[in-house]
């Protein structure tokens, strides 16, 4: 049997072809009204597949939240699963935004949810929170290693409230953060051209204080709308800029319903990006 292609392969080859833009799919209230929509699930289904097929065919990577589509119950979910099918149909990755962190069989079960090509809900990628210890989430990791998808594990994250367990110290000086990366860091080891094992690192947090050089993508949430900037992308990632995929929602999705102008904003943004190498 052949061994599927791993994440970090296909994601390389995806930013090499389309740009670094990761366009977030959230589907806030707020955005459903300015788009003249109802909030209720045929509002999530009209916003969320609009969005999807004005970006997904020119974004590399579309990142829905999926708060706001199990706010409506299982119905939000089965729009869920739509967004996800068209998105992959239109070639982009899927990268779902579930922050899940457990422990055991629980840990099994998201990864199989998640991580298994057999799952309604299977996407190329989920964000992860370590919070358990970074083993609690080995089951994430085998599957993703076994199905080729990937993870994104939340290491600096921009809201204020992270710093106190992010930046909290051991006895030896290491902070929860650094601990994260160099786990990525041993996960990534001689893979190439680029890890399937990612961190998510806000642009927005200032100064890292980390070796973020830890072979996989950086995904960099705050980018455009929450004030990020391509010069904080230089400042914060440095010399490993070129493995980062700025995120942002509400920049792109302001613009709609509007197909045109949505595709342009991910063009626009794409041009401004590959300055990063």
């Known amino acids: 049997m052949t061994s599927p292609v791993p994440f970090g392969t296909r994601l390389h080859a995806a930013l090499a072809e389309r740009g670094r833009l990761c366009v977030g799919i959230d589907p806030h209230a707020a955005l459903l009204r300015a788009w003249g929509l109802s909030d209720d ?3 999530l289904e009209r916003f969320a597949l609009g969005a999807v097929a004005a970006v997904a065919p020119y974004a590399s990577v579309v990142k829905p939240q999926s708060a706001f589509y199990e706010r409506f119950g ?3 979910v089965a729009v869920l699963e739509r967004v996800i099918a068209e998105a992959r ?4 990755l899927v990268l779902l935004d579930v922050k899940r962190g457990d422990i055991g069989s629980t840990s099994q079960a998201y990864a199989d949810a998640y991580l298994d090509p057999s799952s309604p809900l299977a996407v190329d990628a989920i964000t992860a929170s370590p919070y358990l ?3 609690s989430l080995d089951p994430m990791v085998e599957t993703a290693r ?9 290491a600096l994250t921009s809201n204020p409230e992270g710093a106190q367990v992010q930046r909290a110290r051991a006895a030896d000086g290491s902070t ?3 601990e994260v990366l160099a786990r990525l860091r041993a996960l990534n080891a001689d893979a190439g051209p680029l890890g399937s094992f990612g961190a998510v690192v806000g642009v927005t947090v200032g100064d890292a204080g980390e070796d973020l050089d830890m072979g996989g993508p950086l995904l960099a949430p705050g980018y455009g709308a929450q004030g990020g900037t391509l010069d904080d992308v230089r400042r914060v990632f440095g010399a490993v800029a070129d493995r980062v995929l700025p995120s942002s929602s509400r920049e792109v999705l302001r613009l709609g319903p ?4 949505l595709r342009d904003a991910v063009r626009r943004t ?4 590959a300055a990063l190498g």
Not at 147 to 154: P, R
Not at 258 to 261: L, T
């Open 74 to 76: 299982s119905r939000g």
């Open 133 to 135: 210890g970074f083993g």
């Open 89 to 92: 149909a239109a070639g982009a």
């Open 176 to 178: 929860v953060a650094g």
């Open 270 to 273: 794409n041009d401004a990006l």
């Open 41 to 43: 699930v045929a509002g």
């Open 258 to 261: 509007d197909p045109a102008a």
């Open 146 to 154: 076994a199905h080729g998808a990937g993870l994104f594990v939340l």
